[in-house]
């Protein structure tokens, strides 16, 4: 992991509102400030929907959380007619930290491409957004060995063409299509194959401190049964987690996988 602050993100997806919103990150922000460290140890950030985002602005603001708050998709645009779209000013405003981009739901419903998702990219960086940006194969591709190429192919269109400011403002997440949800975890083998892969692309395409520096996230059915056998992969520097971080107190055993290290 070297020197990289591990990154744990709980996607909530489409779930909880945001009465349900303000009761989760409070419970959340207690767990884990029950123990030092714990936000040293870990950033612990939540991707919540944009309905959500105003509420859990004013709760951790107002009690000063240690938990960090994001969004699930935002507009390549700046302001416009673009019916039900929401633009990273508005996001900014909002104190949003990071946002995901080009998640595999995204690219599968929304059709969203690899161009695209450097658009987005590049408008969430200069209003000083992090972004997760979403790659991994579906199951086809990795039944027929073509998973790193593949993956590594997406990355490059994904980050192409970026200046060391925007690079500073992504973190990669690596998502096998066919471990979300499934319960089927990518071994921590198969995960570490193609995060240091990544790493190596990032490495061939901006230089070795890029590589160095740059967060690469596992997301798929993680639990905090098995995050510190993935978290303990050299290349890999977190988790983005969906169904498990739904659940406040499971979320926070995510967060503190250093507790789980046998
Ligand atoms: P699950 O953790 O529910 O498999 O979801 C992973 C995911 O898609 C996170 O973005």
């Known amino acids: 992991m070297a020197n990289r602050t591990p990154l744990m993100a709980g996607n909530w997806k489409m779930n909880l509102d945001h009465i349900e919103a303000i009761a989760t990150v409070q419970k959340l922000a207690w767990t884990l400030t029950d123990a030092k460290h714990d936000f040293e140890d870990a950033e612990a950030v939540v991707l919540v929907p944009f309905t959500d985002l105003r509420s859990v602005q004013t709760l951790v603001d107002g009690d000063k959380l240690g938990v960090k708050y994001g969004a699930q998709d935002v507009s390549k645009h700046k302001s416009g007619a673009y019916t039900g779209e ?14 995901a981009v080009g998640h595999s739901e995204r690219r599968e419903y929304h059709g969203e491409t690899d161009a695209l998702v450097n658009d987005k990219v590049r408008a969430l960086a200069a209003e000083g957004i992090t972004a997760i940006v979403c790659v991994g194969e579906p199951l086809e591709i990795r039944k027929a060995g073509n998973h790193v190429p593949f993956t590594v192919d997406s990355l490059k269109g994904s980050l192409a063409n970026l200046s060391p400011a925007e690079l500073a403002h992504v973190v990669v997440a690596y998502e096998p299509v066919w471990a979300i949800g499934t319960g089927e975890v990518a071994t921590p083998e198969d995960a570490q194959e193609v995060i240091g892969a990544i790493r190596e692309a990032l490495a ?33 520097d977190g988790a983005l987690v969906g169904g498990a971080s739904l659940d406040p107190q499971e979320f926070a055993k995510i967060v503190r996988f250093k507790d789980h290290i046998v």
């Open 204 to 236: 061939k395409m901006y230089g070795p401190e890029v590589a160095a520096t740059t967060r690469v996230l596992y997301g798929g059915s993680v639990k905090s049964s098995n995050v510190a056998e993935i978290m303990a992969k050299p290349d890999i």
């Open 86 to 99: 929401i633009s990273v000013s508005m996001l900014a405003k909002l104190g949003v930290a990071y946002c």
